[in-house]
């Protein structure tokens, strides 16, 4: 959906919360009624009547954006297939986690050596799979949900556990900026939901900090990858001696 059929949907919505018609608008703008329906469904709506109309309304234009950006629907996962695309190619794959972490071209472009073509097609290919929304001047529009997650046992999950997460744990985490922390204990199936419920708002905090680092220059943030898990688990070697 274009940006300006967007603002036109939210925009109708607007003027059917507050009871307003065509004909409302008409007097508006001093239109003919006929004339508002094919300057709605063309979405040849100029700037000056829309900002007319948000006056009207008593909303702002940006106001209207984010009510447009709110009813654009959007991807909460990928299927078996989709996320095997991915995994079988590389580069895919790493322009994806790009566009997740909310790099724009020019930075995907100038951090990896990847050519301007070849990221125009993984770029096209993610907007084919719902991932992104790639805009005019190969700008970048993210189209997961927040609670957007890779399929459970699904191949970008295999992958990491069989290729990612052995290079990730090879380090003695020594460094200032990095933690390594292993509990054990028992818990309750309350005491574990609690805690879960805490771990969640962790990974929510991680998301806000790196949001909020986007409008730092790129060689000012740093690819930081948390891992967080829980699981009822007895250690093998320790399972064989239990009566």
Known sequence: MSEITSLISALKKALKQQGKTYRD?????????????????????????????????GITITGLSVAAEAQQPTLSQLTIEQEQELVVDPIML????????????????????ITE???????????RLG??????????KLRVAPNFRWQTNGPIQQFFQN?????????NFAREDEQFI???????????QIFQKRMRKL?????????????????????TTAVIAVRQWHFALFEQYRA
């Open 25 to 57: 608008v008409a007097q508006l703008l001093g239109l003919s009624e006929s004339s508002v329906k094919r300057i709605f469904t063309s979405g040849d709506l100029s700037l000056k009547r829309l900002d007319k109309l948000c006056g009207w309304l």
């Open 94 to 113: 790493l322009v994806a986690s790009c566009v997740l972490n909310q790099w724009q071209f020019a930075e995907i472009i100038s951090y990896y050596n």
């Open 117 to 127: 073509p070849q990221c125009v097609s993984k770029l096209a290919a993610l907007d």
């Open 131 to 140: 991932v992104i929304e790639l805009l005019p001047g190969n700008r970048i």
């Open 163 to 171: 290729s990612v997460e052995r290079e990730f744990f090879n380090s």
């Open 182 to 192: 292993v509990l054990n204990g028992t818990l309750s199936a309350a005491s574990s």
């Open 203 to 223: 990974a929510s905090e991680f998301n806000e900090l790196s949001k909020a680092d986007l409008a730092l220059p790129l060689n000012e943030r740093h690819g």
